[in-house]
T-cell receptor, first 112, second 115 residues
Framework: GDSVTQMEGPVTLSEEAFLTINCTYTATGYPSLFWYVQYPGEGLQLLLKATKADDKGSNKGFEATYRKETTSFHLEKGSVQVSDSAVYFCALFYSGTYKYIFGTGTRLKVLA | KAGVTQTPRYLIKTRGQQVTLSCSPISGHRSVSWYQQTPGQGLQFLFEYFSETQRNKGNFPGRFSGRQFSNSRSEMNVSTLELGDSALYLC??????????????FGAGSRLTVL
């Protein structure tokens, strides 16, 4: 079946470091791909999305490119801030299925 | 505009009891879905409703049920609670829940502890 695999956390970085959080997926069709972020004590919120192969999603300095050939959607940011500390979830969604499939989440800690 | 509102935010129950959680979606959103979040399993899909109809259901036992009202508000119920039901239950809403660019707006969740 379809699934999403994320790198284990926590990922600990110093402020202004480069961030990569790996995400790979297994899909029987052509899903849309998403990154959601969860700050402490809050629900998830959309960070960025890509709906077809080679699309790049971007928001708040974060980027991810939908790579069909490697079935990946890695999240990157050039310079992280303490305020980026959160849990990041990669997810896929098929139109008409009404449900997301989420990865297990990757906790990011950014130290000042 | 107001976000997705979930009540109660925290609750403690004992094994065998039942619980009802409530979710008020963003105004205009007609799709409401529910997810269970646990440290080991991440987010697991429970069910999705649109116009009072359940359109999809995850792999959970029949003790987990839900419904949606005509104003799009939704409730989920868990009967005969087990220790393993302890989790954060997240509700999310979207306009129609079906398009490929479907974006969910989540509530802050209801944290259930079963003793």
């Amino acid at each position: 079946g379809d699934s999403v695999t994320q790198m284990e956390g926590p990922v600990t970085l110093s402020e202004e470091a480069f961030l990569t959080i790996n995400c790979t997926y297994t899909a029987t069709g052509y899903p849309s791909l998403f990154w959601y972020v969860q700050y402490p004590g809050e629900g998830l919120q959309l960070l960025l999305k890509a709906t077809k192969a080679d699309d790049k999603g971007s928001n708040k300095g974060f980027e991810a490119t939908y790579r069909k050939e490697t079935t990946s959607f890695h999240l990157e940011k050039g310079s992280v801030q303490v305020s980026d500390s959160a849990v990041y979830f990669c997810a896929l969604f098929y139109s008409g299925t009404y449900k997301y499939i989420f990865g297990t989440g990757t906790r990011l800690k950014v130290l000042a | 505009k107001a976000g997705v509102t979930q009540t109660p935010r925290y609750l403690i129950k004992t094994r065998g009891q039942q619980v009802t959680l409530s979710c008020s979606p963003i105004s205009g959103h007609r799709s409401v879905s529910w997810y269970q979040q646990t440290p080991g399993q991440g987010l697991q899909f429970l069910f999705e409703y649109f116009s009072e109809t359940q359109r999809n259901k995850g792999n959970f036992p029949g003790r987990f049920s839900g419904r949606q009202f005509s104003n799009s508000r939704s409730e989920m119920n868990v009967s005969t609670l087990e220790l393993g039901d302890s989790a954060l239950y997240l509700c999310a809403s979207s306009l129609d829940g079906s398009s490929g660019a479907n974006v969910l707006t989540f509530g802050a969740g209801s944290r259930l502890t079963v003793l």
